[in-house]
Nanobody, 122 residues
Framework: EVQLVESGGGLVQPGGSLRLSCAAS????????MSWVRQAPGKGLEWVSS????????YYTDSVKGRFTISTDNANDMLYLQMNSLKSEDTAVYYC???????????????WGQGTQVTVSS
C-alpha cells in the first residue's frame, strides 16, 4: 500500500523559509517521479514542482522558480520542498503526490498524502 505523509508546514512571516518533508512507503521510491501540489483557500489544485531523480530532472511552476527547491533522499524514501522568500500567495495546503508518467510531458498524479498547511502571514 502506497503511503505518503507530509510534515513541516506551519506559520511563517513573509520572506521566511520552511522545508516540507514527505515520507514515502509502499513503492519503489528511487524510480518514481514525485510532485508537490498545493491548494490555496477557496481555489483549485495548483501544481508546484516535480522531480524525476532517476533522470536528474526537476521542474517548477513559474511563480516559485528561484525560491523553491525540490529534492529527494532516495536512501530514506524522502521527498523535500525547500521554500525560501515566502510570500502571502504561497499560503496553501501542500500535498506530495506520486507521478503516473515517466516524464514531465506525461505528468499525472497517482497517490496523494494528507497535506500540510503552510500559512505566510505577518
Amino acid at each position: 500500500e502506497v503511503q505518503l505523509v507530509e510534515s513541516g508546514g506551519g506559520l511563517v512571516q513573509p520572506g521566511g523559509s520552511l522545508r516540507l518533508s514527505c515520507a514515502a512507503s509502499g513503492f519503489t521510491f528511487s524510480t518514481s517521479g514525485m510532485s508537490w501540489v498545493r491548494q490555496a483557500p477557496g481555489k483549485g489544485l495548483e501544481w508546484v514542482s516535480s522531480i524525476y531523480s532517476y533522470i536528474s530532472k526537476t521542474y517548477y511552476t513559474d511563480s516559485v522558480k528561484g525560491r523553491f527547491t525540490i529534492s529527494t533522499d532516495n536512501a530514506n524514501d524522502m521527498l523535500y520542498l525547500q521554500m525560501n522568500s515566502l510570500k502571502s500567495e504561497d499560503t496553501a495546503v501542500y500535498y506530495c503526490a506520486t507521478n503516473t508518467g515517466r516524464t514531465i510531458q506525461e505528468l499525472g498524479f497517482g497517490s496523494w498524502g494528507q497535506g500540510t498547511q503552510v500559512t505566510v502571514s505577518s
